[in-house]
Structure formats: structure tokens, C-alpha cells
Nanobody, 120 residues
């Protein structure tokens, strides 16, 4: 069974940095997309950043220039380096893994979430 183990969340001051890590285990197709989403209280879950195994990235406009997503394909691990953190970055951050085993059939997995709190 595929599982995602997240770590790195915590409490930081505005302007600080934090690095999230997510390690996927189980039977995982090598061609996939891993990424991070977040959900703040009263808001819908939103994309933060994604990184395909081939190297393509996608960032939310709100984090461009501040966050950097990276991954270790061999270890099925994705990272999110968060710099210049703002109070509005406060949210539960979820790791995401997805691939398409068949045409129009998607396998998707989520981590349990890790709390990131940025104080002002």
C-alpha cells in the first residue's frame, strides 16, 4: 500500500524558513507527479507546488520566488523549501502523489498533513 510520510512542519516567525519533506513508500510508478497543497482555516485546499518526475514544475502565484520544490526520484521523496514565510502561509500542508496507470485512470495519494504556523 502506498503511504506518504510528511515531516518538517512547525512554528516559525514571519520571514523565517522551513523545509518540508515527504517520503512515499510502496509500489509507485516511476513516472509521476509529487507536490504540496495547503489548506488554511475557512479556505479551500489549494495547490502550492508540484514537480513531475521529469522535472516540470508548477507553483502557485502566491509562493513563486519564495518556495522551491525539489525531489529525489530514486527515493520517491519530495521537498518544499519555504523561505520568507508570511502569516498567510499558515495552513496544513499536504503531500500529494499521483500517476496514471491507465488512460484516464488516476492513482492519487495524500499525506496526513503537517501544520505550518507563521507568526507575525
Amino acid at each position: 500500500q502506498v503511504q506518504l510520510a510528511e515531516s518538517g512542519g512547525g512554528l516559525v516567525q514571519a520571514g523565517g524558513s522551513l523545509r518540508l519533506s515527504c517520503a512515499a513508500s510502496g509500489s509507485i510508478f516511476s513516472i509521476n507527479i509529487m507536490g504540496w497543497y495547503r489548506q488554511a482555516p475557512g479556505k479551500q485546499r489549494e495547490l502550492v507546488a508540484t514537480l513531475a518526475s521529469g522535472g516540470s514544475t508548477n507553483y502557485a502565484d502566491s509562493v513563486k520566488g519564495r518556495f522551491t520544490i525539489s525531489r529525489d526520484n530514486a527515493k520517491n521523496t519530495v521537498f518544499l523549501q519555504m523561505n520568507s514565510l508570511k502569516p498567510e502561509d499558515t495552513a496544513v500542508y499536504y503531500c500529494n502523489l499521483r500517476w496514471w496507470p491507465l488512460r484516464d485512470v488516476r492513482s492519487e495519494y495524500w499525506g496526513q498533513g503537517t501544520q505550518v504556523t507563521v507568526s507575525s
